[in-house]
């Protein structure tokens, strides 16, 4: 049987509609991943500020925070649940870095659905 396809997206904090009551309104998803916390955040670094998470330079550094493999894997694994997600979104704080490298390329070696509009 196929596994079905699951739409993984990044998203920013800092560019989303909010409600009447002021909160940020996140992408429809099944999951949605907060990484601004648990991420290293590459804008800090200045010579890759400009960049985004289809860089390796930032790809590295977002990858070598200490528990980001673990999350990818998890993030695997529950997209695996024979219930599983049919969307998962993850958000950082622009969307420009963290959130992208999540949502493209292989991470702990597993493929990750190219990044939604």
Do not use: W
């Not at 649940?81 to 999540?102: M, S, T, Y």
């Amino acid at each position: 049987m196929p596994k079905p396809v699951i739409k993984v997206t990044s998203f920013g904090y800092l560019h989303l509609p909010h409600d009447t009551e002021g909160r940020p309104v996140p992408p429809q998803a099944d999951r949605i991943e907060d990484v601004r916390d648990r991420l290293r955040d590459p804008a800090a670094a200045r010579d890759i500020l400009d960049l985004d998470g289809l860089d390796p330079r930032v790809q590295d550094v977002v990858r070598n925070t200490p528990g980001a493999l673990e999350l990818i894997a998890n993030l695997a694994d529950y997209a695996d649940l024979p219930a599983g997600p049919r969307r998962i979104a993850i958000g950082c704080a622009g969307g420009k870095h963290r959130g992208v490298d999540r949502t493209t390329g292989r991470h702990a070696g597993r493929e990750c659905i190219p990044r939604m509009a």
